[in-house]
């Protein structure tokens, strides 16, 4: 006979932090998001321009790069198709795995990089790092580190 757990739910305090968490998490996504649409970019355009520029030889496996930026391989697909038509990237074949692609930062690319990167930090600086005092952002990031461990194991397990 299976035993029922009584629910936990969150106190007032757990519910206030994680509602907070997640107002925040919304705006400031909001935020960046609008403050790359001038350069034509989304988040995740941007995101994969970051993974592929700081990857060896600006190039990762298509797969590895969906599981880098947690959407699913046909989202992905999609993804570098439009990136493609926009000349930020490209793809090409695996010589070591027939079926295997990678995508392939191309030199417009690297220079939209080069060009974007500067906003978007000080679009992060503005809306995030500069409204925190340096004590409260350690605590913060030290706050976070074990949900990130946590949610990285549940990934990889």
């Known amino acids: 006979m299976e035993t029922e757990t009584a629910t936990r739910w969150l106190s007032d305090d757990e519910q206030r932090a ?6 925040v998490s919304k705006l400031l996504t ?5 403050d ?11 995101e994969i321009l970051v993974q592929l520029s700081e990857s060896e030889g600006q190039r990762m496996r298509m797969s590895d790069l969906a599981a880098a930026t947690l959407q699913s391989k ?3 697909s999609h993804q570098i198709t439009r990136m493609e038509n ?3 990237v490209r793809r090409e074949h695996c010589e070591s795995d027939r079926r295997g692609l990678y995508a392939v930062l191309t030199d417009e690319g690297a220079s939209t990089m080069t060009r974007v990167a500067p906003h978007h930090v000080a679009s992060v600086r503005k809306h995030f790092i500069d409204i925190l005092p340096p004590d409260q952002l350690e605590a913060l990031q030290k706050s976070l580190e074990p949900v990130g461990e946590h949610l990285r194991a ?3 397990g």
């Open 18 to 23: 994680w509602r907070t968490h997640l107002e």
């Open 30 to 34: 909001h935020q960046l998001e609008k």
């Open 36 to 46: 790359l649409q001038p350069f034509g970019l989304t988040m995740n355009d941007y």
């Open 74 to 76: 046909s989202r992905l």
């Open 86 to 88: 926009a000349g930020l």
């Open 154 to 156: 549940e990934r990889a």
